[in-house]
Each structure stands twice: as C-alpha cells, then as structure tokens.
Nanobody, 115 residues
Framework: QVQLVESGGGLVQAGGSLRLSCAAS????????MGWYRQAPGKQRELVAV???????NYADSVQGRFTISRDNAKNTVYLQMNSLKPEDTAVYYC?????????WGKGTLVTVSS
C-alpha cells in the first residue's frame, strides 16, 4: 500500500503564494508519475500538474506559468509552488501517485483564495 499525506493548504489573498507538499510512504516502487489534482465545489476533479519519474512536468493551461511542480526523489515528496493565485484556484488539492495504472490518492488539502 501507498500513503500520501498533503500539507500546505490554507487561506491566501489573490496574488499571493502557497506551497503544497505531498509525502509518499509505503510500497513506493515503480512510480510512473506523481501529480496534483484539484476539485472545486460543484465541479469535477481536474489535473493541475504532473511530473514523471524522469522529471518531465506538464501543467493544465489554467496554471501554466503560475504553478511549478517539483519532486525530491530522496524524500519521496512532490511539491506544488503556486504563485499569482486567483479566486478560481480555490479548491481541494489532491496528491496523486501513478504506479503504471495503479493510482493512489491523498485525502486532500484545501486552498482558499480570497478576492
């Protein structure tokens, strides 16, 4: 089994920054990618950013240029640096780990951006 624990969410004003962290533990092997998804009230969960085991990152268009995903393989941790936050970024952010088709999820951390 794999456990994912997110941290770093909170309340921030528009234009501000937050850094999310996700620490993975347990049966951590054969990891294809780790990433962040988010779900706003009344909306479907959507991909925010993903980073492969080789360090290649991809972003949703809505966050490109504002968010940066990174990972520390030694610590089995993935980060999401969020800058220039907007009210529409308000959501619960979930960490995801992809073991080649086997997906694991964290419990989520709430990010609220006030206008």
């Amino acid at each position: 089994q794999v456990q994912l624990v997110e941290s770093g969410g909170g309340l921030v004003q528009a234009g501000g920054s937050l850094r999310l962290s996700c620490a993975a533990s347990g049966s951590i092997f054969s990891i294809k990618a780790m990433g962040w998804y988010r779900q706003a009230p009344g909306k479907q969960r959507e991909l925010v950013a993903v980073i492969s085991s080789g360090g290649i990152a991809n972003y949703a268009d809505s966050v490109q240029g504002r968010f940066t995903i990174s990972r520390d393989n030694a610590k089995n941790t993935v980060y999401l640096q969020m800058n220039s936050l907007k009210p529409e970024d308000t959501a619960v952010y979930y960490c995801n780990l992809d073991r080649y088709g086997i997906y694991y999820w964290g419990k989520g951390t709430l990010v609220t951006v006030s206008s």
